[in-house]
């Protein structure tokens, strides 16, 4: 008798555990997935684009290609585009969005995945206007590499 009840206690305790991690579950199941948690949707690559284009474009720390030193360093700060919109038209085809499951795999991956930390791997190449010491503007090509998530925000 005392058996039986402690096994039917543990089934119990088991179902009561699972009940309260289902929601922690089902949100590292949506992230690993790849949704976009706060619009409880995945956001398709143009989505994924045009959110990294409006976060470079806000950037300060660019590394121009022709230059060895980032923009910040060297006391040059680029000047940013009006909008998202401007810098894609000025920057056709500057983006580009891969799954990181294409370049990375292990547990360290796959942790990254569930927490939704880590969604892809982002680059932008573009015309970057700025001005140099006299003050002139110019334009040189900047470049950008590095993680976004499933919503588009740049995480490294």
């Given at each position: 008798m005392k058996t039986s009840?402690?096994?039917?206690?543990?089934?119990?305790?088991?179902?009561g555990i699972l009940y309260l991690?289902?929601?922690?579950?089902?949100?590292g199941y949506q992230n690993y997935k790849g949704v976009c948690r706060p619009e409880?949707?995945?956001?398709?690559?143009?989505?994924?684009i045009?959110?990294?284009?409006?976060?470079?474009n806000q950037m300060d720390d660019l590394r121009f290609d022709n230059s060895d030193e980032n923009v910040?360093?060297?006391g040059i700060l680029p000047i940013p585009y009006a909008d998202a919109d401007e810098f894609l038209a000025a920057n056709p085809n500057c983006c580009e969005?891969?799954?990181?499951?294409?370049?990375e795999s292990g547990f360290g991956y796959f942790i990254d995945?569930?927490?939704?930390?880590?969604?892809?791997?982002?680059?932008?190449?573009?015309?970057?206007?700025y001005k140099d010491e006299m003050g002139?503007?110019?334009?040189?090509?900047?470049?950008y590499t590095g993680i976004i998530d499933n919503c588009g925000k740049i995480t490294r």
């Open positions: 009840a402690f096994k039917l206690a543990l089934l119990l305790s088991m179902i991690l289902s929601p922690a579950l089902y949100a409880n949707r995945i956001l398709d690559s143009d989505d994924l045009r959110r990294l284009a409006e976060q470079v910040k360093n060297e969005i891969s799954e990181r499951s294409q370049i995945k569930l927490f939704g930390n880590y969604g892809h791997l982002a680059r932008a190449k573009f015309m970057a206007r002139v503007v110019r334009q040189t090509t900047a470049d």
